[in-house]
């Protein structure tokens, strides 16, 4: 009888010890979020609701902090990821997901591994639209077919971001007008530029827009002509897909692989290779408990962010089959995305 108490007391004691020791580790630490872009755009936005929440998930509750740390359309930052960031489990990196397709197309400057960062999850799926400014005149895909001169849009880095990689392949698979200027370290410097008539406007993310362009979008300052995704948004049934307008099975090619394909990736939370696998399950964990958590919901609902979680063996699996194009569109795309 007492060896059959003591077995069972074992066994009950047994699975708690790996909580026990997480919550040893992250009791009293700081969690790091290092964001690749400036403050006030959409990767800020969306990493500062989540660190205010995701600490009641994590054992031991430590402290997390959001870092900004921009350059390079987040390249500077998904470096840092992988060659400094210690892989201990308390740095994590929100970094632009085009990346992941830049390696495989041999994007200069790139010094990572994408398949050997260990993936978080992501907070939504990218709805990519077309937003340009009322004063630029381009207020249907009509107008801007026929613009006398190129429309000059915002980007960060060529090949890296959500903005560049939108705008390139439109610009080559549908034929529209559009100079990409780059050089800007995140969209909130784009919504910036276009305010002050430096470009017309950018193609970016719905959920991400839709939070930090609010008020001019409400005042009809700012319209949306075009959607890059493959069915509508709930949202806007009335704007136009950019797939519809492509003439050839290569330009729908184009569209689905760079710009559709890359709707999972962009949001993409990250961790340093050889982060411990038990920290990647609990932070895993911890990242869809928040991103179900009514308090974080309700920000997010003020503050119109997306939520639409993705799992980080969802990302696991996508980013692998960015490693399987056949040769001849990796070459492509090469030379669309960084010409």
């Given at each position: 009888?007492?060896?059959?108490?003591?077995?069972?007391?074992?066994?009950?004691?047994?699975?708690?010890?790996?909580?026990?020791?997480?919550?040893?580790?992250?009791?009293?630490?700081?969690?790091?979020?290092?964001?690749?872009?400036?403050?006030?755009?959409?990767?800020?936005?969306?990493?500062?609701?989540?660190?205010?929440?995701?600490?009641?998930?994590?054992?031991?509750?430590?402290?997390?902090?959001?870092?900004?740390?921009?350059?390079?359309?987040?390249?500077?930052?998904?470096?840092?990821?992988?060659?400094?960031?210690?892989?201990?489990?308390?740095?994590?990196?929100?970094?632009?997901?085009?990346?992941?397709?830049?390696?495989?197309?041999?994007?200069?400057?790139?010094?990572?591994?994408?398949?050997?960062?260990?993936?978080?999850?992501?907070?939504?799926?990218?709805?990519?639209?077309?937003?340009?400014?009322?004063?630029?005149?381009?207020?249907?895909?009509?107008?801007?077919?026929?613009?006398?001169?190129?429309?000059?849009?915002?980007?960060?880095?060529?090949?890296?971001?959500?903005p560049d990689n939108a705008e390139r392949t439109l610009k080559a698979a549908l034929g529209l007008p559009i100079q990409v200027v780059t050089g800007y370290k995140g969209t909130a410097d784009i919504r910036l530029a276009a305010e002050g008539g430096e470009v017309a406007?950018?193609?970016?993310?719905?959920?991400?827009?839709?939070?930090?362009?609010?008020?001019?979008?409400?005042?009809?300052?700012?319209?949306?002509?075009?959607?890059?995704?493959?069915?509508?948004?709930?949202?806007?049934?009335?704007?136009?897909?950019?797939?519809?307008?492509?003439?050839?099975?290569?330009?729908?090619?184009?569209?689905?692989?760079?710009?559709?394909?890359?709707?999972?990736?962009?949001?993409?939370?990250?961790?340093?290779?050889?982060?411990?696998?038990?920290?990647?399950?609990?932070?895993?964990?911890?990242?869809?408990?928040?991103?179900?958590?009514?308090?974080?919901?309700?920000?997010?609902?003020?503050?119109?962010?997306?939520?639409?979680?993705?799992?980080?063996?969802?990302?696991?699996?996508?980013?692998?089959?960015?490693?399987?194009?056949?040769?001849?569109?990796?070459?492509?795309?090469?030379?669309?995305?960084?010409?």
């Open positions: 009888m007492t060896w059959l108490v003591l077995t069972a007391g074992l066994v009950l004691l047994t699975p708690a010890a790996p909580t026990w020791a997480q919550e040893a580790f992250y009791k009293g630490k700081t969690v790091r979020i290092v964001v690749g872009f400036s403050a006030g755009g959409g990767f800020d936005t969306y990493s500062r609701a989540i660190a205010r929440h995701m600490a009641r998930h994590i054992p031991g509750n430590p402290t997390i902090i959001v870092e900004n740390m921009p350059g390079a359309g987040s390249l500077i930052a998904a470096n840092y990821l992988y060659k400094i960031a210690k892989p201990d489990g308390l740095t994590l990196g929100h970094f632009i997901g085009g990346l992941f397709l830049g390696q495989v197309l041999g994007q200069k400057g790139i010094e990572f591994d994408a398949r050997k960062f260990e993936y978080v999850g992501a907070a939504a799926t990218e709805h990519t639209v077309c937003a340009l400014t009322k004063a630029s005149g381009i207020t249907s895909v009509e107008k801007w077919m026929a613009a006398g001169a190129p429309v000059k849009l915002g980007g960060v880095a060529p090949g890296s971001s959500t406007g950018a193609c970016w993310g719905w959920g991400s827009l839709q939070a930090t362009w609010r008020k001019a979008l409400d005042a009809g300052e700012v319209g949306l002509v075009l959607q890059a995704a493959p069915k509508p948004h709930r949202d806007l049934p009335s704007v136009p897909l950019a797939i519809n307008f492509a003439k050839t099975d290569d330009a729908r090619r184009l569209i689905e692989v760079a710009i559709h394909n890359d709707s999972l990736l962009v949001r993409t939370y990250t961790l340093p290779p050889g982060t411990p696998k038990d920290r990647v399950q609990i932070l895993r964990k911890a990242f869809q408990e928040t991103l179900r958590d009514p308090a974080l919901l309700a920000d997010a609902e003020k503050a119109k962010l997306e939520i639409d979680p993705i799992t980080g063996e969802e990302i696991e699996r996508t980013v692998d089959r960015l490693f399987k194009l056949e040769p001849a569109l990796i070459a492509k795309l090469r030379a669309l995305l960084f010409e």
